[in-house]
């Protein structure tokens, strides 16, 4: 069975043209409040986008052993973060939840027993991206974890099981950063206007020319990738989410990247459209 005939198989959302993929690199909690050239990135990348049914978000910031969901009504608003200014702490994005949405992308996956969570919400790679996007908060949101104990391939393969929400309208997020190391973050750069190691650079040269030239294999396979790679992905959880996007690109389908700078010397707030 082809990818887009999957799409046909019948649940609680009803058939729509294929949803765009998207990739965001969210930085600091802080472009929940701040205006700048990102927060104004991912605006203008919402308004080219179809108004979902729903979305499925992968966030780095939540891990578990086991793949979860979450399936409440009310996803409560996470602040998973430590000393930031009072202002950040009292944002609210009050989305709905869809525990339908949750049911039918379990039912998608068979590669693993997925869990439904009451307990999660929507953690800081979600919506401090998303209520940029939508920022009436009137989009149902489901968030889906990352399980630490398991192969980049493993979750690049798991991601393709999915791949049917995109014709039931069904916006699919992958929330972290290509290039994440925090412990070399510049900090005297932090107000530059782009500033990035050479290793940084270098690693992000080539992670663009893998994503653009459709070279999955080499990006599920980073670890192997030389020292710039390693330095770049020093653990797993923000660069995974980029596997899930590029699981559920089609063969004839564009790539479009924006966002794209290095700052503070080791992150990239690159970001990628699929459609």
Not at 68 to 90: Q, R
């Amino acid at each position: 069975m082809k990818l887009k005939d999957l799409s046909k198989i019948t649940g609680p959302f009803s058939s729509t043209e294929q949803m765009p993929v998207l990739f965001i690199g969210h930085g600091s909690p802080m472009n929940a409040v701040e205006e700048n050239e990102f927060v104004s990135g991912w605006r203008k990348i919402g308004k080219t986008l179809p108004k979902p049914n729903a979305i499925l978000c992968v966030s780095a910031h939540w891990e578990t052993r086991g793949t979860f969901l979450t399936a409440m009504e009310k996803p409560s608003t996470i602040h998973d973060f430590g000393g930031f200014p009072e202002e950040l702490y009292s944002v609210q994005y009050p989305a709905p939840g869809s525990p339908d949405l949750a049911k039918e992308t379990k039912q998608l996956i068979t590669k693993t027993e997925i869990g439904l969570d009451e307990k999660w919400g929507l953690d800081h790679g979600c919506w401090s991206v998303v209520k940029h996007l939508y920022p009436n908060a009137d989009v149902p949101i489901v968030q889906m974890s990352l399980d630490y104990s398991q192969t980049p391939v493993y979750h690049y393969e798991l991601a393709k099981q999915i791949f049917p929400l995109r014709g039931k309208g069904i916006l699919i997020i992958g929330s972290g950063n290509i290039v994440h190391n925090l412990r070399m973050l510049a900090w005297d750069k932090l107000n530059e206007d782009e500033y990035g190691y050479d290793w940084a650079v270098e690693a992000s040269n080539k992670m663009k020319k893998y994503i653009l030239d459709g070279n999955h294999q080499q990006l599920i396979n980073y670890k192997a990738q030389g020292k710039e790679f390693n330095l770049a992905v020093p653990t797993p959880d923000h660069y995974l989410p980029l596997l899930y996007t590029l699981a559920l690109k089609e063969e004839n389908e564009k790539v479009i990247l924006f966002n794209d700078k290095t700052v503070a010397g080791s992150l990239t707030m690159t970001s990628l459209k699929i459609a």
